[in-house]
């Protein structure tokens, strides 16, 4: 019963690196995503794929790129990290029909310097 | 674009108090709404959903109606525990948005709950 699963947990970058945010999914769901989650502003979408080699932008996608190679993954990449980047990260996966829920991994906890 | 709203918090009460969490919505379509809770350190887990107008969800002892007059789907229960101390989530998915966008999720800021003994 994995269910959704990031790594790392927590991370500590320098301002201008790059890492990649791993997602795993185990329940053959089509549509995964990322959100951030500062205080005060909820979740926030950042980009969202709707099946195999399928990504699309959410809400707030500059500064991230994804790609979906498999049902399974959906990697979050940092390209130049910026302190405006320190958030929680929060993947999650679902069916993709709007009734059904989403299921959420653990978070990141990601601090830029 | 759609939206939802919540009630600032924290929200702070007795145990055993009568709890509600307000929340209102915009949509342009026929949303499906949800509230999700988070526990100190773990991800977000469904609390409850409705998909219809007038549809009530309900788990755990809280309760959401569906108002589609007053757009709304305020989150109650009456009488809460220490254990329910978490932040609420308000969230919806417009199907209507087409594109099979409808997993994507609009939330509210969340509502922070501290339940005192």
């Known amino acids: 019963n994995a269910g959704v699963t990031q790594t790392p947990k927590f991370q500590v970058l320098k301002t201008g690196q790059s890492m990649t945010l791993q997602c795993a999914q185990d329940?053959?769901?089509?549509?995964m995503s990322w959100y951030r989650q500062d205080p005060g502003m909820g979740l926030r979408l950042i980009h969202y794929?709707?099946?195999?080699?399928?990504?699309d932008q959410g809400e707030v996608p500059n500064g991230y790129n994804v790609s979906r190679s498999t049902t399974e993954d959906f990697p979050l990449r940092l390209l130049s990290a910026a302190p405006s980047q320190t958030s929680v990260y929060f993947c999650a996966s679902s069916t993709g029909q709007g009734q059904q829920p989403q299921h959420f991994g653990d978070g990141t906890r990601l601090s830029i310097l | 674009g759609d939206s939802v709203t919540q009630m600032e918090g924290p929200v702070t009460l007795s145990e055993e108090a009568c709890l509600t969490i307000n929340c209102t919505y915009t949509a342009t379509g026929y949303p499906s709404l949800f509230w999700y809770v988070q526990y100190p350190g773990e991800g977000l887990q469904l609390l409850l959903k409705?998909?219809?107008?007038?549809d009530k969800g309900s788990n755990k002892g809280f309760e959401a109606t569906y108002r589609k007059e007053t757009t709304s789907f305020h989150l109650e229960k009456g009488s809460v525990q220490v254990s329910d101390s978490a932040v609420y989530f308000c969230?919806?998915?417009?199907?209507?948005?087409?594109?099979?966008?409808?997993?994507?999720?609009?939330f509210g800021q969340g509502t922070e709950l501290s339940v005192k003994p």
């Open positions: 409705a998909t219809k107008a007038d």
């Open positions: 969230a919806l998915s417009d199907q209507a948005s087409g594109d099979n966008q409808g997993g994507k999720l609009i």
């Open positions: 329940m053959n769901h089509e549509y």
């Open positions: 794929s709707v099946g195999a080699g399928i990504t």
